[in-house]
């Protein structure tokens, strides 16, 4: 996975739009960190993203740990709500951790697809801290 940033933190100018700011707003209480949720029990939610090119999943609110695992190549956009943007290569099998997350601690930003191969993700959302070793 390889990761540039195409816009520094608290830079609101372009490729931010006037759109992109109202969705983020809206967005700000949305924490279906997924596109469909398939499994969910006391301890997590499975969810699954599968984002055609040219599609985007709306802004959502990640303030829980959670690993994400790419199921296929690709490229996406994110716009983030510090005004960062950034762009992604994912290669199948990739995945991400973020295991510090909380109400205190998250983020917020969507995920355009801007390649040419549909997006396949899985992402397991823990619903309270895990203790470190």
Do not use: C
């Not at 390649?115 to 396949?120: A, C, S, V, W």
Request: no cysteine; hydrophobic share 30%; aromatic share 12%.
């Amino acid at each position: 996975m390889k990761t540039k940033e195409i816009n520094a933190i608290n830079h609101w100018s372009q490729p931010w739009t006037n759109g992109l700011r109202d969705a983020l707003k809206k967005g700000k209480n949305n924490t279906d960190v997924g596109e469909y949720l398939v499994f969910e029990n006391v301890d997590i939610k499975v969810w699954t993203i599968h984002l055609p090119t040219k599609q985007a999943l709306p802004f959502h609110k990640h303030d829980k740990p959670y690993i994400y695992i790419a199921q296929s190549e690709g490229k996406s956009r994110s716009f983030y709500n510090d005004g960062r943007v950034t762009e992604t290569i994912y290669g199948k099998g990739e995945t991400k951790h973020f295991p510090d997350l909380n109400e205190e601690n998250y983020f917020i930003h969507n995920l355009e697809n801007i390649g040419n191969t549909t997006l396949l993700f899985t992402t397991i959302e823990f619903k309270k801290q895990i203790l470190k070793t």
